[in-house]
């Protein structure tokens, strides 16, 4: 018979937590104590009482805590990756609360006993009640994004290539502005791409695709294997949308500005933008949402396809990439009209129209400068785009030579080493 039982403490009436009082006092308002019978055995769960007072209490179900043992039997110390099956047996023969340890302690029916910390419970609730969880390590330093424009941006952010090189408070400044206002410009930097290389190693490993770790251009005529690696005018975009991942940031380091006139860069900040077309035209942003765009692009040897919406929503409605790329995207087709027929709940003429509309209206707020910062790049200044929520575009070369090199980071390698160095500091 299952039993739930209290240990250690000869004080039957009350339990008194530190470590969760050290928490709660952040994010969990009075809750200090707990009475012995806070922690409630249930038929397939347990239930942790925070306050009875605030009707406080977060379930745990036996099968997920068995899944969720963190023991070095249980889990890899190292990397905390499992060391056996979890989910063969869930089935507890007794609970127990330690006093002492301010945990609950769960033994299950092949004899292995597992303990769960008052402080990790809280931290990993996810069925409560008037319970605010306290952010995990590195989350809390992680802020709200700033949406910009062509008036508020006026202090564009930067590091010196060589505190970033050396100094991990550097780095983490530069990742912080990335996060926060999408870019950061990298100044007194080495002109060799080899210094692009080494900047790039700092935040972790280089996204690999069809054009390598590494591109390079010379933007002295039109290549024939990217209209972009030439000296004609780029629009404003994102890089690769046509690849299932798209990068996640974008590394552009210019190394020759000769006898040269033209190219200026562009960076837009998408999500400001976005949310400039949701608040005008809300018609116009749910299409850009809810109906996917298709890409192509050929090479002599290989082809890429996929579909993409242009705005990206996470199951809350928060807005979360952006993807467009005027020179790869294919006309609208029969699926695009499909999905804009049932967003608009209208005919198929008028949901082709005004996706078409929404598609246009967009590119008119790109070319309008609104929401863009213009800059010069040149010779020792690199800058890094995150590529989820910048467009970004270069002015025509009207003369000269120009060559600059990039590269690419997947989104959850600079994403982890954000977080990392948030929680270090």
């Known amino acids: 018979m299952l039993s739930c039982m209290r240990r ?33 055995k249930r038929e397939n769960s347990i239930l942790v009482n925070w306050s009875k007072e605030k009707d406080s209490w977060s379930k745990y179900h036996f099968d997920w805590l068995r899944d969720s043992c963190l023991c070095t039997k249980c889990r890899h110390p190292g990397y905390n990756q499992r060391l056996l099956d979890t ?10 609360v330690e006093d ?22 809280l931290a990993n609730s996810y069925c409560h009640n008037n319970v605010n969880k306290p952010a995990k390590p590195g989350e809390d330093k992680i802020k709200e994004i700033t949406l910009w424009d062509h008036k508020t941006m006026v202090d564009p952010p930067q590091v010196n290539y060589n505190n970033m090189m050396t100094n991990d408070n550097s780095l983490l400044t ?21 210094s692009m290389t080494a900047a790039g190693d700092r935040v972790g490993p280089f996204k690999n695709s069809y054009y390598g770790q590494q591109w390079y251009m010379e933007t002295t005529s039109h290549k ?21 991942e798209p990068p996640g940031l974008t590394w552009v380091h210019v190394l020759a500005y000769e006898n040269a006139e033209g190219a200026g860069s562009k960076i837009v900040d998408a999500f400001s933008l976005a949310s400039y077309i949701k608040q005008h035209n809300p018609q116009y942003y749910t299409l850009l949402c809810k109906v996917s765009v298709p890409y192509k692009i050929l090479f002599k040897d290989a082809t890429y396809g996929i579909r993409k919406n242009t705005f990206t929503l996470d199951d809350d409605g928060e807005l979360t990439a952006i993807a467009l790329n005027h020179i790869d995207r294919k006309p609208l087709d029969e699926k695009s009209l499909s999905e804009a027929t049932k967003a608009l709940s209208c005919n198929a003429d008028e949901a082709m129209m005004k996706m078409y509309s929404a598609l246009r209206h967009l590119h008119q707020l790109l ?4 929401f863009a910062y213009k800059c010069d790049l040149r010779p020792s200044t690199m800058v890094v785009v995150n ?39």
């Not at 025509?396 to 060559?403: C, F, N, T, W």
Request: net charge negative; with cysteine.
């Open 224 to 244: 024939k294997d990217h209209v972009s690696f030439g000296k004609g005018r780029v629009l404003p975009h994102t890089d690769d949308p046509v690849f299932f």
């Open 367 to 370: 070319y309008s400068d609104q």
């Open 174 to 194: 530069m990742l912080r502005a990335i996060y926060k206002y999408g870019f950061c410009f990298i100044l007194d930097a080495p002109v060799t791409k080899e």
């Open 87 to 96: 989910l063969e047996d869930a089935t507890p023969t007794s609970v127990e």
């Open 387 to 425: 590529n989820w929520r910048m467009f970004h575009a270069r002015d025509a070369l009207i003369k000269g030579y120009r060559s600059v090199c990039g590269m690419h980071h997947n989104r959850e390698d600079w994403m982890s080493k954000l977080t990392m160095l948030e929680s270090s500091h």
């Open 8 to 40: 250690a403490s000869p004080n039957v009436l009350l339990c008194q937590l530190k470590v969760l009082r050290d928490i709660t006092s952040r994010t969990l308002s009075a809750v200090t104590t707990l009475a012995v019978d806070d922690v409630d």
């Open 100 to 121: 002492s340890a301010a945990a609950v302690e769960v033994e299950w029916r092949d004899g292995h006993r597992s303990q769960y910390s008052y402080e990790w419970l």
